[in-house]
């Protein structure tokens, strides 16, 4: 980690002082050595062009908060995905410029008036599909990416998805959130010509075994250019596609 400057010792110290920042989560964002509990990785933008992201399931209030605090003391962006609602609901309310995305379980912080570059397509196949898309969308925009989405368009009502077909193909990529069987990247796949990520769901009767049947469909794809990410793994097909997008759009 590199030597704090000057700006950063005023920028942090002011938000200590105004009671926006603990400081346990300042002394994290200046490189002092804290807690065994939190150990944010400030070189991941650096690395990988976005900062760490924090996956809040079993995580407490208070560590949530100190881990975005500490994150955002070096950057105008953080994201923490799978938190309780209850503590979702809270913290939305206590952290500057954070949004609660209940249904997606993600707490979001961007730079006021932001531009989003480019376009990525979300396709969800149901209903029920829609908490695992939406922690897509979610990510992908707090990125910085533009995202439309298309809901409720699976294959058992494949008119719906061939009205949309037009500004689907529009999209740098396509991420297709999809449970039951998983069919609905394939077909997808052989309607664009742009990278296609399918995220299968744990959505399904008993044969789907918690989304095991929809993650094998799509890995069987017969489809070319159909990429798979894990069940229910809306947070990693959000950062794969903001990574297409950008690449097509040139900015890195």
Not at 30 to 41: K, M, N, Y
Not at 54 to 70: E, F, M, N, P, T
Not at 133 to 155: H, I, K, N, P, Q
Request: aromatic share 4%; with cysteine.
């Amino acid at each position: 980690m590199s030597e704090p400057t000057p700006a950063l010792w005023r920028t942090i110290l002011t938000s200590v002082a105004a009671g926006e920042l603990p400081i346990e989560a300042a002394l994290e964002s200046l490189g002092v050595a804290r807690s065994e509990e939190l150990h944010l990785d400030h070189d991941r933008t650096e690395r990988c062009g976005v900062p760490e992201v924090v996956y809040g399931a079993g995580k407490s209030a208070d560590q949530i908060d100190a881990a975005l605090r500490g994150i955002l003391a070096r950057s105008d962006r953080a994201l923490a995905t799978r938190v309780a609602p209850e503590i979702g609901a809270i913290l939305g309310s206590m952290i500057p410029r954070a949004h609660w995305h209940e249904r997606a379980r993600c707490l979001s912080i961007s730079p006021e008036g932001a531009a989003s570059i480019g376009r990525i397509a979300v396709v969800c196949a149901g209903t029920s599909d829609l908490p695992v898309a939406e922690e897509a969308r979610v990510t992908a925009e707090t990125l910085g990416s533009a995202v439309e989405w298309f809901v409720d368009v699976g294959v058992a009502g494949l008119h719906r998805l061939l009205g949309a077909r037009d500004r689907i193909r529009a999209a740098h990529v396509v991420v297709v959130v999809a449970g039951m069987e998983g069919a609905l990247p394939s077909v997808v796949g052989g309607m664009v010509s742009v990278p296609v990520i399918a995220v299968p769901t744990s959505v399904g009767y008993g044969a789907s075994f918690g989304g095991l049947a929809a993650l094998l469909g799509m890995l069987n794809s017969c489809a070319p250019g159909v990429s798979v990410v894990n069940i229910d793994n809306g947070f990693g097909a959000g950062v794969l596609a903001d990574r297409i997008n950008r690449l097509a759009e040139g900015a890195r």
